[in-house]
């Protein structure tokens, strides 16, 4: 029996998939509830939106950083050991935020604390799944990275709910048990895959860390991630704005990050897919130069129909890519270091992520314009995929 036939994969690998999915539902669907949490923050501590903006910048900038750590750690002490330690530091961060009385404590719980929990989980729970599959490699990295997309929309509105019934201290306190309860029973049930056990010699078939990230095909990876970041961040921060520069009433200006996370998901689940029929080292050199040629359209764009298609396209394009990340890792690299590997290449967005928003916003703050702002994303996202296109030539 050929070894890349779906009954070579373990079941138990889709248990971890959905088990990934709902611990990245979790994790995000935090995170991006800060925006729920923003104006009572502001209020409570009469803050600036400088200083509140401070809390998810550090929780952002210190779980891509400190990703390959947690990624070490799981390829050395497992997954669910990782995982489940990254959950209680969240409930801890969320519970000790719910009791701060200046903002210098509340970035320090929640900013600090989250930021490290999120680096436990993130990638090693992304990494775990790799390892269980071969020819659907694809299509269980898209479906667990889904969570992200899930939660991002869930979690959010839940948020809301729970501020307005029990003012916002009372909502991070039931945030809390919900990550305990929820977050704890998706990371119980990872477990290290069989391609991933060590063999009798002591070893983990595939790459050692060190010599991965010295090869070629991470350096080009790590450039493609780098010069990718800006074109997947800035229109989070900044597309709601633009619309509003061009009329659009409020409500629908907002929903297009909406329409980000919808089109994020489907890309997760419909490129993984794809990828898995079509290979994936030309699928992510594809949705690569998908994502440049977005752009062109948000230049172009005129009213909310355009913006519209556009955010739901940079979505597909986005999701695409961060879905075939891990896969193609363990496709070049294979089981050995993979949770480690894909933390590193995970701190080339770290910069994307801070200074992409703020730099843009600089950008049109000095010209009154964004058409500087997405030229530069297209010619980032050209030479990002050159060097997509460089690593899995290699």
């Known amino acids: ?38 104006e009572s923050f502001a209020a409570e ?11 998810f910048g550090l929780s952002g900038l210190i779980y891509f950083v400190l990703g390959a750590f947690g990624g070490m750690l799981s390829d050395r002490f497992g ?10 530091c969240i409930a801890a961060a969320l519970l000790a935020g719910s009791a701060a009385t200046s903002m210098v404590q509340l970035v320090a719980a929640y900013g600090l ?19 269980w599959f071969t020819r659907r490699r694809g299509l269980a990295a898209g479906l667990a990275s889904a969570g992200i997309g899930a939660g991002t929309l869930a979690v ?37 895959a069989p391609a991933a056990a060590r063999r009798a010699d002591g070893t983990v078939p595939g790459t050692p860390l060190g010599q991965a990230l010295r090869s070629r095909s991470f350096l080009w990876l790590y450039a493609m991630c780098v010069l990718a970041a ?40 419909a490129i993984g897919a794809l990828a ?21 359209l948000w230049l172009a764009a005129g009213g909310y129909p355009a913006l519209a298609v556009f955010a739901l396209w940079m979505g597909l394009s986005y999701g695409g890519i961060v879905s075939l990340m891990p896969a193609l890792c363990m496709d070049l690299f294979g089981a050995r270091a993979v949770s480690s590997i894909i933390g590193a290449l995970y701190t080339g967005a770290a910069l994307g992520n801070l200074g992409g928003p703020w730099l843009a916003g600089r ?32």
Do not use: K
């Open 113 to 131: 604390g989250l930021g490290v929990g999120i680096a436990l989980v993130y990638t090693p729970a992304i990494g775990c799944v790799q390892p």
């Open 230 to 269: 800006p074109a997947m961040f800035i229109p989070f921060a900044h597309l709601s704005a633009a619309a509003r520069d061009l009329g659009v009433a409020d409500a629908q200006a907002v929903g297009l990050v909406g329409l980000i996370g919808i089109g994020s998901l489907t890309g997760r689940f």
């Open 156 to 192: 959010p509105l839940l948020a809301t709910a729970a501020i307005a019934q029990w003012q916002w201290r009372g909502a991070m306190v039931a945030m809390a048990a919900g990550v305990a309860v929820l977050g704890l029973a998706a990371t119980l049930l990872l477990r290290r």
């Open 1 to 38: 029996m050929n070894a890349d036939t779906p009954e070579q994969e373990p079941r138990y690998g889709w248990v971890v998939v959905w088990a990934v999915f709902a611990a990245l539902a979790v994790i995000f669907g935090v995170s991006y509830s800060f925006a729920a949490f923003f």
């Open 79 to 88: 997954p669910r050991l990782v995982t489940s330690a990254g959950m209680l």
């Open 45 to 55: 501590f009469q803050a600036s939106r400088a200083e509140v903006s401070l809390v």
């Open 363 to 394: 950008v049109f703050d000095a010209s009154g314009s964004y058409a500087a702002v997405i030229v530069g994303c297209a010619v980032l996202s050209v030479a990002s995929t050159f060097a997509a296109w460089r690593a899995v030539r290699l």
């Open 276 to 296: 898995d029929r079509v290979g994936r080292p030309m699928t992510l050199v594809l949705v690569q130069a998908s994502l440049g040629l977005s752009m062109g």
